[in-house]
């Protein structure tokens, strides 16, 4: 099934069609176009008309003559074929001229072209209405009927003109990603997710790579629904301009986005209402606030960096020494997220440094909920520079199990700090000598 045959196998009920409907009486019967009296009534208008008086006989500026009559007949079985009411657009497949659904859109797509599956696969699973992800789908399957795609349907007498920056081609790609309009909301929609470079970079490459950017399940699906509200978004609000004459400012573009997003993971993902105020500055920060209220206990939390500040104690008394490791994980945003404070049994100040680094990192990597980079902060220079050497292949490891594996994770980094940034690393060191059991938790 190549692109054109998928934007045969769809008919629109609703607004759309009865646009389309204008420009095909309008290309496909000029004589009666031009007889008509009606030309600048809206389709709307002349379709309210035919629900009441079931006829377009009326409209004529003078009287048809028969084979024009013949030919109103034919406009009046298309005229048929398009349903008035208030309900919701919805996709009607010629292919078994049923409502769309899910199992033979599936059906129709496997029987073609394979690169359909993939995609579909991938966005029937964001938490999102199914009436978006038709839309989705569509706009994948390049069967939305943009100015570019109607032009090849129609020909030359249609424009395939954007409606708003004239002398430019209306494709998807110019109404989703690449028109000034729609790179200003992407670069919205990127400082509001707080994206970095590398995750801002493959925004707009293409739907599948933008929706790839955050691997967790939680913060996937929230950041899945934001990139669906975006394109959603994009087209009604284009649909505005054209069925309506009324351009929406990107604020309020903005806003309309991050409502309706909100709304669907409510919808989907149980989201309570009172995230809202946070969800509109902070999605991450909401969205990890669910999880933590909520039943999901699952989140992955890739992409993320953490600080891990870890210090060893080691006091000597006499003939007795005694030692303690302390630190705490921050996430991104400064959070606590977990802490450690216990005794240990090193037999150098070195050793209980080292044994607070690898507390800090066997936590982190057991905590399969939370997956990223971690930055282990320490001041003993002279871990960071083995460690330095180890890692470039310089220094043979020393035979320490849980050392060898910190080394060979390329997603952990020691480095050093001075020890004033450490004080509170320190403190709970210091409490760990003095410490019975070890404590720790995750906050
Ligand atoms: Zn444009």
Not at 47 to 68: C, K
Not at 257 to 284: D, G
Request: aromatic content about 12%; charged content about 20%.
């Amino acid at each position: 099934m190549n692109e054109c045959d998928a934007l045969q196998t769809m008919n629109f009920k609703g607004s759309l069609s009865r646009y389309l409907l204008k420009l095909r009486v309008q290309l496909k019967y000029p004589r009666l176009y031009r007889l008509s009296s009606w030309k600048n009534h809206s389709i709307q208008d002349t379709l309210r008309a035919w629900e009441i008086y079931h006829t377009l006989d009326f409209q004529w500026v003078r009287e048809l003559r028969s084979w024009e009559k013949d030919q109103i007949r034919e406009v009046e079985v298309l005229v048929q074929s398009i349903s008035l009411n208030s309900s919701e657009d919805q996709v009607i497949w010629k292919v078994n001229g049923e409502a769309y659904n899910t199992k033979s859109s599936i059906e129709i797509m496997s029987a073609g072209d394979p690169r359909f599956i993939g995609n579909w696969n991938q966005i029937w699973k964001i938490k999102v209405p199914h009436k978006i992800q038709t839309f989705l789908w569509k706009l994948e399957a390049g069967a939305l009927p943009t100015n570019e795609s109607i032009n090849l349907r129609l020909g030359d007498e249609f424009s395939k003109e954007c409606p708003r920056c004239r002398g430019v081609t209306e494709s998807v790609n110019h109404i989703f990603w690449n028109s000034l309009e729609a790179k200003s909301i992407w670069c919205m929609v990127a400082n509001w997710w707080s994206l970095n470079a590398t995750q801002k970079s493959k925004v707009g490459n293409s739907l599948k790579e933008t929706l790839s950017i955050f691997k967790g399940i939680m913060v996937s699906a929230a950041w899945k629904a934001s990139v669906a509200a975006v394109l959603w978004s994009l087209w009604l609000r284009r649909n505005n301009l054209i069925f309506n004459h009324y351009w929406e400012t990107i604020n309020s573009s903005a806003a309309m986005i991050k409502y309706r997003s909100f709304k669907w993971l409510r919808a989907e993902m149980n989201f309570t209402e009172e995230l809202y105020n946070l969800w509109q500055v902070n999605p991450m920060g909401a969205t990890m606030l669910h999880n933590k209220n909520g039943t999901y206990q699952d989140l992955v939390w890739w992409n993320a960096e953490f600080k891990a500040f870890t210090d060893g104690s080691w006091k000597f008394n006499g003939s007795i020494h005694s030692a303690g490791i302390g630190g705490y994980i921050e996430d991104t945003n400064q959070s606590l997220i977990f802490i450690f404070s216990g005794p240990s049994k090193a037999a150098s100040p070195k050793e209980a440094e080292r044994e607070a680094i690898i507390f800090a990192y066997k936590s982190f990597i057991s905590q399969r909920s939370i997956q990223g980079r971690l930055q282990i902060i320490t001041d003993c220079l002279t871990l960071v520079d083995e460690f330095q050497k180890c890692r470039a292949g310089n220094s043979t490891i020393e035979d320490h199990a849980d050392w060898i594996g910190l080394i060979k994770n390329p997603y952990i980094k020691i480095v050093y700090s001075p020890r004033e940034n450490l004080t509170s690393a320190h403190e709970l060191a210091a409490q760990g000598v003095n410490s019975e059991y070890s404590l720790h938790a995750w906050c």
